[in-house]
Structures are given as structure tokens and as C-alpha cells.
């Protein structure tokens, strides 16, 4: 029996918190809890204890051409516990990234993209012929659980004069397979036109790169979140921030959180460009960057644990339960302005700095920021 106890750190509330890990599994939380002798022991003095991190929007196909990273670079090092990678691999090349998940110490997994090639080149829906549902189906029933959902992007730059067809037929694939999984929409330029791509989706569907600041965005010509935008959300559209070189401003998010309408999951669209140069950085500097907006942290750490496990139905993590998964993220803030900046360009100060510490994996501590 492996054991392992983490003591003395803080909830997000600022609350004592421990935890006991046997197996992997989280044997127990509390305040300060009794131990076995000789148990090891971690001690979080100053920091934050969370349930691990879930990013559910990044790529980390390695052998992607366009847009890869290493799981592992952008999960455990960062304090990042587990990543969904979005879309970079269809039912041609899924298995490729499923061999690379088995390799990786962050837990990995994927949303399918319905082009069968995946993300080969920018336009992988500019031809039709790239779609098949007989493909998809067997990929979903060879790894039914590492494919947590499907994937459609649809901006100008990706489906060429293909218009919303793309997300039509995914909305048909979803509806005609028999295990049910959640669709991320990708928005970008356009045609089409955000109001016929949300026309489109259903409630529980997630838009991902909701606080883009391109003109086919969330906000009209007027300054204001667009009246169909809002129906949809209360409806029940889920708003994934998806971060990425271009696909986040502040301005969008702040007049979205003016509005009431909160993302439910904060996720990066981290690839190893962006993530080396920046806008993204990591999850933290998402973190950072909510933070500067007014969302507390108590607010924020929901988006990147409990919510995504939900929407993804990652049924054993997202929470510091007695029975989950343990993996838990191990974290500092720090009052200490820095500039940073959006994928519009815009420079704003983020008052507090957000330092993952350890990353806990099925019970095992990485150190952040270090190589295996
Ligand atoms: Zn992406």
C-alpha cells in the first residue's frame, strides 16, 4: 500500500486543509487528520491545495505539424494535472496520440476531431470528403475512454466556403452515436456568422474561444454581448474562455462578466508556440488574467476542476473527495503586479502572480517546473 500525506496547506476559502492518499485514491480530507506512523509526508505551508487541474482545450499531439506540444510540458510542470486535447486528431490518427497518453505522467485526453485527419493543416473542414461517421464511430469504440468528446471548428480560415455545415453534421454524428459526448465548437473569423453557428448548438454544447476579440464575437457593433448570445447561454450554452494566440481580450471578457455570462471552464488552447511566446504562457497566467478581471479565486478554480470533470464526465477527478482520483494541484499566489497581455495585444497589470508548486498525480508529487 503506497501512502502519502499533504498537510498544512489552504481551500480556496483560505480553510486548513489535508489530505491523505492511499493507492492513488484520496483516502481522506480534513483539517488535520490522524496518520499512520511513518507515513511520508508533504508539507503545503502557504499554499493552496485544489483538486488537480483540468485544461480542456489544448494540443499536445507531438507529432502534429502545426499545432503540438508535450503533454507533459504543459501539464504536471505548469500544475496542470490532466489535459483534454482538442481536436488535433480525428479517427485517422487518434491512436497515434493514444500511445503518446500511455507515456505521458499527465493524465491526457481527447476530443475527437470529426475531420478524420485532424489538425493537419488550418483547413481540415475545407473538404468535405474528410468527413465519416463509420470512421468516427470505431475510433470512439476503440478508446472509449480516452475520447471525452467530439471537436468541430468552425471559422472561415478552417471550413473555406463550407459555411455551418460542418457543425450541422456534427450535431448529426453526436445525435446518431449511441454513447452520448459533448461537442466543442471552435469560433473564429468568419463566414459563417457566430449567430448561425449558435443557432445551431444546444444546450450543454461548449463554445470554445468565447472571449475573442474578432468582429464575429460575442460583442456586436455596439459594445454590448449580442442579444442571441445571451438567450443561448441561459439556455444553457457552456462558454469555454479557450484562451489561445487569438482568441482571448479582455475587453470581450469584461463586458461578458458586466453582463453576467461567466465562462464555466477556463482553459488555454496552449500549444508549444504560444506557450513559449506567449500570449498564454501557461494555465496559471489564465488564472492571472481572471483574476485581474475581479473573478475570485473561488470562483476561478471550479472552471479548471469540477466543472470541466463535469461537462467531460471525467467522473473520478475535479474534486478533494474522499474516493476521487488523487491528483491535486499545490499552489501559491503572490501580490506582485506584472504586466501581461491578451491576444489582441492589450497590456493590463495582474495584481497577483499564481506559482504552481506541485503537481499530485494518482498520489505521486511532481515538482512544477522541473523535468521528470
Ligand atoms: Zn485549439
Redesign the pocket.
Known amino acids: 500500500m503506497t501512502e502519502l500525506y499533504i498537510h498544512n496547506g489552504r481551500d480556496v476559502s483560505g480553510a486548513p486543509v489535508a489530505v491523505l492518499i492511499t493507492d492513488g485514491v484520496i483516502a481522506e480530507v480534513g483539517t488535520e487528520l490522524t496518520v499512520p506512523v511513518g507515513c511520508p509526508t508533504l508539507d503545503a505551508q502557504g499554499c493552496y491545495i485544489t483538486a488537480g487541474w483540468i485544461d480542456d ?1 489544448t ?1 499536445c499531439n507531438a507529432h502534429a505539424a502545426l ?1 503540438y506540444d508535450d503533454a507533459d510540458a504543459i501539464g504536471y510542470r505548469t500544475g496542470v494535472t490532466t489535459v483534454i486535447d ?2 488535433s486528431t480525428g479517427a485517422d490518427n487518434v491512436a497515434d496520440l493514444y500511445q503518446q497518453a500511455h507515456r505521458a505522467a499527465t493524465n491526457v485526453y481527447a476530443l475527437l476531431n470529426i475531420a478524420r485527419t485532424g489538425i493537419v493543416a488550418q483547413d481540415e473542414l475545407a473538404d468535405l470528403n474528410q468527413l465519416s461517421f463509420s470512421a468516427l464511430r470505431t475510433a470512439i469504440k476503440r478508446y472509449p475512454d480516452f475520447i471525452v468528446g467530439l471537436k468541430v471548428r468552425v471559422s472561415k480560415s478552417v471550413v473555406g466556403d463550407n459555411g455551418v455545415e460542418p457543425l450541422r453534421v456534427a450535431k448529426q454524428y453526436q445525435a446518431d452515436l449511441t454513447v452520448q459526448l459533448p461537442l466543442m465548437v ?1 469560433i473564429g473569423s468568419n463566414p459563417p456568422e457566430l449567430a448561425a453557428i449558435i443557432a445551431l448548438m444546444r444546450p450543454g454544447d461548449v463554445l470554445t474561444h468565447c472571449f475573442n476579440g474578432k468582429p464575429n464575437g460575442i460583442v456586436n457593433s455596439t459594445g454590448e454581448v449580442a442579444q442571441y448570445v445571451r438567450k443561448a447561454y441561459q439556455k444553457g450554452l457552456i462558454f469555454d474562455v ?1 484562451h ?1 494566440t487569438d482568441s482571448f481580450s479582455f475587453r470581450t471578457a469584461a463586458l461578458a462578466r458586466t453582463a453576467h455570462l461567466f465562462p464555466q471552464t477556463l482553459s488555454s ?1 496552449i500549444y508549444y508556440r504560444n506557450r513559449l511566446n506567449g500570449p498564454v504562457y501557461s494555465l496559471a497566467v489564465c488564472v492571472e488574467k481572471l483574476l485581474l478581471l475581479g473573478y475570485r479565486l473561488e470562483e476561478i478554480i471550479p472552471m479548471i476542476t469540477t466543472n470541466p470533470a463535469r461537462i467531460f464526465k471525467l467522473t473520478h477527478k475535479g474534486q478533494l473527495c474522499r474516493g476521487y482520483d488523487a491528483d491535486l494541484t499545490i499552489f501559491q499566489t503572490v501580490t506582485a503586479p506584472q504586466i501581461v497581455v491578451d491576444s489582441t495585444g492589450e497590456e493590463r497589470i495582474a495584481p497577483t502572480q499564481v506559482i504552481p508548486t506541485y503537481s499530485v498525480i494518482a498520489g505521486r508529487v511532481y515538482t512544477c517546473g522541473v523535468d521528470k
Request: glycine share 34%; charged share 10%; proline share 0%.
Open positions: 482545450h494540443h499545432y482538442a481536436g471552435h479557450g489561445g488552447d
